[in-house]
């Protein structure tokens, strides 16, 4: 599988960090892109650092491929501007471009073999036979495939595939790696493999690179920075950590993880009224006394006690549905005082602490820190 | 860190991608590509229809010639009796065909594999051969003159039989084609809901076949309506439109009525590529192309009708066949039987001897050379090159037009277009430049077709990471794009290469004494009562479609075979 020996960082270096982070790897200001009436991407500006790994994560028709393949120039955006390391890119034709891409289908030449097809984008470069096989040499050797340099694509497992696309794309070590779900098209075992690979790879080679993908598993625990779309604009930019903790918008706090909306108030500046009760609230976005909220807790966020138990500010909450999880139980609650179901987990550990059943009554308590109002309006 | 930069306005200037060198060679590929199909169409058949549309002088009259047209008695007959023949021709056909496609699919009689390459004879043979086939066997001292119950063959009975022969096979394919996508799960499910026999013919077999059969009449119908081969050879005194179109023009000089009938052969074609057009719109959405194939139950009694009935109609095609081929080994029929080959001495029939069928095969291997490179060089222009979308458009639908243009109107707009003092082009007229032009013109949208659909099943990224790895589109077609189509190119070749021998009906209004080709050839053979020697030229013509049929056959198995290891599963 991939193994990275240690001769590789000598022979791709990482692209020089520019001095003190003034000119990104990638700059892009105001960049629009219309399909006939349709608006597939709207003002987006956006700046990617040297060396990051970047996950654009959203729903299919979001336009994170519009804006994937706007920066390769396949599909040039209608208006904006790309610079890559300070040099506008944006009129540029694609053969003009440095990036290299590996595409869902991997778009590997059928008729060459894996070794040609590593080696297809060596001929321009001035390198002599004995240079060039070398080359292609060691990039097999990186992906873990020099055994099947001589096959040709169809005689390859869909991993196999996916990583002979990789190293084409890596061969003539380009200032820019662009991935278009390149891990969609695996089976599931072999896509948690492939994507650790693919980061300690990317790691090692210090190669900017930007991934398109829909599953924000992929996303959480490959990317430096996630920019969360929909829509064709962009929601949200940060680290894994940020995007999941604190969301910007209700659409990013649902489409990471699970996450309960609960119909609220705004009754101050960090509280809201919900039902029969008050909630202390930590996060208020925009938010003044009187507003209609939207309240956001994820499931495992709610804390979960027997009837004697719970804490001061708990609520009383009658079980109505529990699912196996394999690690946690799904428990759907309906709590009286805030009118409504909600979603809970909780661990097997407190499953078996509790003892809980279809019926029983439990209290349920919702941390301030935990939870996150959005104004409606 | 990522950062989102204050927004800047999106009211920016338009961006417009900087050509590259290649992007301006593709785009003048496409713009010369243009050029061919405005030379070799577009501005031929303008030239016909306004020529209609003129006196003798060049004058607008409007519908006039028309008006006069019809108003000559003999005209509305040949018009009606065209449209007998081609109706009739097309229920005919259309009947054994779908009888026969049924068999193939969903019987289990032996010999199917057989029965299906015999139904595909009529394909290699110019439409000028069953006619004369016919002459041995039914004509006034053919072998089963009986047979007609003192009918002449000269006329509809030998029209119709002629042109069955001829269209059996177009017929067949598309029904076939229909019948083969029905999905085993639908008989499945009609079966498991208790639906008998019968019942599952009339709600699954027939409504499938509805497209098909629908598909297959209208391109039955044109190609009887257009046909010249069939009745200039049995038609007798029964004149239809195209060889009235043909006594006009060639025999009369008469162009601005030519033109007048022109436009009349061109009227149902056009009417069925539309049809077919809108047909096809509604068809798409339902067929799914992971149909699970049917795989037929057995049933003794149904399974012995078919094998029957194929067997009649096998018998029926070789015979026709076996009979051109015996006709133009007799030394003298029907006085003296006896077998021998001086019906191929054709120097002592005809003043070009074998210069006629030397002739063929150049202008058919200049087609498939030519023809080949065009068509798929285009195709991939069309389909694979980004930009330019309104003209990619335009050239796409023209592409289509050959479909629905008859041989004949194509012939006929040529000698109006590049017989014109006025034409720069006007030297291609009487070599066999203007053959092979009109030739790879009438065969294009077939293979434009082929072509379309293998570029559609390549990867779509190929280019873009060609391109992202700093090599040309050009070099990227070369070395990815035509090695993995090869096949697709090997069978357009083929195609057109086949075609070209057989095809009569342009060339008929546009060869010269230099140029005269094998159709043409036996077409003034038969004129001049010389039956052999037209039956012999109509053979070695089938000889050669079919040895270039079997040659391709061993050409892609054997390229198969070489490339298996990266194809993989690939017929």
């Known amino acids: ?377 | 860190m990522v950062d989102q930069a204050p927004a800047v306005s999106i009211h920016g200037p338009k961006v417009r991608i900087a050509f590259s060198g290649e992007d301006v060679l593709l785009r003048l590929c496409l713009i010369a590509l243009a050029l061919f199909l405005l030379i070799g169409l577009l501005l031929p058949i303008y030239t016909l229809l306004s020529k209609g549309l003129q006196d003798a002088n060049g004058n607008f009259v409007g519908l006039l010639n028309f008006v006069t047209y019809f108003s000559e008695p003999r005209a509305s007959v040949v018009f009606w009796n065209s449209l007998r023949i081609s109706v009739l021709s097309t229920v005919l056909t259309l009947a054994i065909a779908g009888l026969y496609a049924f068999a193939l699919t969903h019987s289990r009689m032996p010999g199917r594999v057989f029965f299906r390459a015999v139904a595909l004879v009529p394909l290699l043979t110019p439409s000028l051969l069953p006619g004369i086939a016919l002459i041995y066997l039914f004509g006034n001292q053919g072998f089963f003159r009986g047979a007609l119950f003192g009918h002449s063959l000269y006329g509809p009975v030998g029209i119709v039989i002629g042109e069955v022969f001829f269209t059996f096979p177009i017929a067949l394919l598309i029904v076939q084609t229909s019948l083969l996508t029905i999905d085993r799960r639908l008989y499945e499910a009609a079966t498991a809901l208790r639906a008998g026999r019968l019942r599952t013919f009339f709600t699954v077999t027939l409504p499938a076949m509805r497209f098909g059969l629908g598909a297959a009449s209208f391109a039955t119908f044109t190609k009887v309506f257009t046909d010249f081969g069939v009745p200039v050879v049995v038609g007798g005194s029964y004149p239809v439109l195209a060889t009235d179109l043909y006594q006009k023009v060639i025999g009369g000089f008469d162009f601005q009525m030519g033109a007048v009938v022109g436009i009349l052969l061109f009227i149902p074609a056009a009417v069925a590529f539309v049809a077919g057009h809108l047909l096809q719109r509604g068809r798409s959405a339902s067929v799914d192309g992971r149909a699970v194939v049917y795989v037929p139950a057995k049933s003794q009694a149904r399974d012995l009708a078919c094998l029957l009935f194929c067997s009649v109609v096998a018998l029926a095609i070789l015979s026709i066949l076996v009979m051109a081929v015996l006709g133009s080994l007799f030394k003298l029929w029907p006085y003296n039987l006896s077998l021998s080959f001086s019906s191929y001495n054709f120097a002592e029939y005809e003043p070009s001897g074998w210069g006629a069928y030397r002739n063929s095969l150049r202008l058919s291997g200049m087609v498939a050379l030519f023809g080949t490179a065009l068509v798929f060089f285009g195709a991939y222009l069309l389909e694979r090159v980004p930009g330019a979308s309104w003209l990619r458009q335009a050239i796409g639908f023209c592409c289509m037009i050959p479909l629905a243009l008859p041989g004949m109107v194509l012939g006929l707009s040529y000698i109006f277009f590049f017989n014109s003092p006025s034409n720069p082009f006007g030297g291609i007229y009487g070599t066999i430049a203007i053959l092979v032009l009109s030739t790879v013109v009438h065969l294009y949208t077939v293979p434009h077709l082929t072509a379309l659909t293998a570029l559609k099943q390549l990867d779509p990224g190929l280019e873009a990471v060609g391109s992202s790895l700093k090599v040309s589109r050009f070099a990227t077609f070369g070395r990815v794009v035509v090695p993995v189509c090869l096949p697709t190119i090997l069978r357009i070749a083929s195609y057109l290469f086949m075609n070209s021998m057989t095809t009569i009906s342009a060339l008929v209004f546009l060869y010269s004494a230099n140029t005269k080709v094998a159709t043409v050839s036996v077409v003034l053979l038969n004129d001049n009562a010389m039956l052999g020697p037209a039956a012999a030229m109509s053979v070695l013509i089938v000889a050669t479609s079919a040895t270039v049929v079997g040659l391709q056959w061993l050409l892609m198995h054997g390229l198969l075979r070489r490339t298996q290891a990266w194809r993989g599963r690939e017929s």
């Open chain 1, 1 to 377: 599988m991939l193994n990275v020996p240690d001769g590789i960082a000598k022979l791709s270096p990482p692209k020089p960090m520019t001095d003190d982070g003034g000119t990104p790897a990638l700059r892009i200001r105001g960049l629009s892109k219309s399909f006939g009436g349709f608006m597939a991407l709207e003002g987006i500006d956006l700046d990617i650092e040297q060396g990051e790994f970047v996950c654009f994560l959203g729903p299919s028709g979001c336009g994170k491929t519009t804006l994937l393949r706007a920066i390769a120039g396949l599909d040039p955006q209608n208006r904006g501007t790309i610079h890559q390391g300070g040099r506008d890119i944006s009129r540029l034709p694609v053969t003009r471009r440095d990036f290299g891409i590996v595409f869902q289908s991997y778009a590997l030449f059928p008729n060459l073999t894996v070794e040609r097809n590593v080696a297809y984008g060596l001929h321009g470069a001035r390198l002599s036979r004995e240079q060039r096989k070398a080359r292609v040499g060691e990039l097999l050797a990186m992906v873990g495939l020099e055994s099947q340099a001589a096959k040709y694509p169809a005689q390859l497992s869909g991993g196999q595939q996916q990583r002979v696309a990789l190293a084409r794309a890596l061969a003539p070590s380009p200032g820019l790696l662009l991935l278009d779900e390149p891990l969609s098209a695996l089976d599931a075992q072999v896509r948690l493999h492939l994507r650790d690979q693919l980061r300690r790879l990317q790691r090692c080679l210090g190669v900017t690179t930007i991934m398109v993908t829909h599953d924000q598993d992929e996303a959480l625990a490959t990317a430096d920075q996630i920019v969360v779309m929909n829509q064709g604009v962009i929601e949200q930019v940060g680290t894994p950590e940020e995007v999941f903790e604190r969301p910007a918008s209700p659409f990013v706090a649902g489409f990471l993880g699970d996450m309960n909306f609960i119909p609220a108030v705004a009754a101050s500046r960090n509280s809201v009224s919900v039902g029969t009760t008050q909630l202390d609230v930590a996060d208020m976005k925009d938010v003044s006394p009187g507003d209609e909220v939207k309240l956001c807790i994820r499931p495992a966020d709610i804390v979960v006690e027997g009837p004697s138990g719970g804490p001061p500010t708990g609520l009383e909450a009658v079980v109505e549905t529990i699912s196996f999880r394999g690690n946690f139980y799904r428990l759907s609650v309906n709590c009286h005082r805030i009118g409504q179901g909600l979603d809970v987990e909780i661990t097997r550990g407190a499953w078996e602490r509790l003892a809980i059943d279809a019926g029983s009554v439990v209290i349920i308590g919702m941390p301030a820190s935990k939870l996150i109002a959005f104004n409606v309006a």
